[in-house]
């Protein structure tokens, strides 16, 4: 009984062993899983790890560098070794996360250390390649700088050589003005003394002359009372202006435009004068505006020993006509007397708005054509003024004209003009010649537009 209840008492120690030891297998089996499988997750992160930071060459070459008697270790003693071996070839700390080596080594996100290693590489090459264009650069540099010396030390030379040769030739050139200076100084000299010698002369000529000049001026003070005597009682006798002397008659009327006067060839008549033909009874008597304008103009055109015939250029008035016993004028010319003119300013014949110095040659040429002589200035020997169109006086300028050099020419130009015609009205009327402006003249003369 005893044996039995001792027997019995060991299979329940037995019985209780085995479940203990079941329990501790059953503990230790969960233990074992959950550590492998702790493992299994370290390895598989390791393994992202790893894809993430190596490429598949890297890859290739660490496991070559493995030692192949690791192999009977296990996968997860390798792969461990194998995260270490791939941090130290990435920092010099194995223990370091992927995560602080990322940091270190200031990756983007995305990138590889390889990514990182070509974009090394590449800008090594670039860096490279700049090196050697600076390289190239400075040696092309240096070459320039010594050809700049060079061509320095050149032009430098032909600096010397030119400073030389202008130092020569302004040491010629002093030497040749000293010689100069002294040959001109000697030859004022000499002019000086024979221009002092002169001037004697002179003085002394000079005053024999200005004696001679006094009493010439005296001899001509006589002369010209003598012609003006002479001349007012030839041309304004019993108080006639001889611009109403009459030249001839008309002695035959022959047809509308024909007529005949008793002026020819020894009555010094020029072929083509024009006259103006007055009524016999009235005479050479100016019209309403003081011009002496007959009823009609007859030319010339044909000269007979005592006779000459003419054509009548310009008809006679409405309710006058051309009678035998009419008589004929024009100032410029006198069968016995040569009259002199002075003719003075612009004049503007054909009535074109613009009054020229061509025109009062025309003046002149009529004057000259006709019978009469020109003189070039006004005395008591002249027989008739003729003037042109009285020169306009500007008004004196003003405010900044006052400092413009043209406008002050202008003004003293008009200024001159207006009193040399100004100057010969008063001379000719102090002279008692008669004036005759451009419309006079030209009605006397019986000019017509041909």
């Not at 005597?229 to 006639?240: L, Q």
């Amino acid at each position: 009984m005893a044996m039995r209840a001792r027997g019995g008492s060991g299979a329940i120690g037995a019985a209780v062993l085995f479940a203990i030891i079941a329990v501790l297998a059953v503990i230790l089996a969960v233990i074992f899983h959950t550590q492998k499988t702790e493992v299994q997750v370290s390895l598989a992160d390791a393994q992202d790890q790893v894809d993430k930071w190596v490429t598949e060459n890297e890859k290739t070459r660490i496991a070559a560098m493995i030692d192949m008697s690791s192999i009977e270790r296990t996968h997860a003693g390798q792969l461990m070794e194998l995260i270490g071996l791939h941090k130290s070839l990435l920092t010099s700390d194995s223990g370091k996360s992927f995560e602080a080596i990322r940091v270190s080594l200031d990756l983007e996100p995305g990138k590889t250390v390889q990514n990182e290693l070509d974009r090394l590489r590449a800008e090594e090459q670039s860096d490279k390649q700049l090196i050697d264009q600076l390289t190239h650069e400075r040696d092309a540099a240096v070459d320039r700088r010594a050809a700049a010396e060079q061509e320095k030390a050149s032009l430098q030379q032909k600096h010397e050589q030119t400073v030389a040769e202008l130092s020569a030739q302004l040491n010629m050139l002093k030497a040749e003005y000293d010689a100069a200076t002294a040959k001109a100084q000697s030859e004022i000299e000499a002019l000086t003394a024979h221009l002092t010698t002169t001037r004697k002369d002179l003085t002394g000529k000079l005053s024999e002359t200005r004696q001679k000049r006094d009493e010439l001026a005296a001899k001509n003070v006589v002369l010209e009372r003598k012609i003006a005597e002479i001349t007012s009682s030839r041309n304004i006798a019993s108080g006639v202006d001889p611009s109403r002397l009459v030249d001839g008659e008309v002695v035959a009327v022959l047809e509308v435009d024909r007529v005949y006067v008793d002026l020819g060839v020894r009555d010094k008549v020029p072929l083509g004068i024009t006259f103006e033909v007055f009524d016999r009874i009235d005479g050479v008597t100016p019209d309403t505006n003081g011009n002496y304008r007959g009823k009609a103009t007859v030319e010339v055109i044909n000269v007979g020993e005592d006779s000459a015939v003419c054509r009548v250029v310009r008809r006679p008035l409405r309710g006058t006509t051309i009678n035998e016993g009419d008589v004929i004028a024009n100032p410029v010319y006198d069968r016995d007397a040569v009259y002199r003119f002075h003719v003075f300013g612009q004049f503007d014949i054909d009535n074109t708005g613009r009054a020229t110095a061509f025109d009062r040659r025309r003046i002149e040429t009529m004057v000259s054509q006709w019978g009469g002589q020109l003189s070039n200035e006004l005395g008591a020997n002249i027989d008739f003024l003729v003037l042109g169109r009285q020169p306009r006086l500007l008004a004196p300028p003003t405010g900044s004209d006052k400092l413009n050099p043209q406008k002050l020419r202008e003004f003293a130009d008009s200024k001159k003009r207006f009193g040399a015609y100004q100057g010969l009205v008063a001379e000719a009327k102090n002279l008692s010649i008669p004036i005759l402006n451009q419309n006079r003249f030209l009605a006397m003369v019986g000019y017509y537009r041909r």
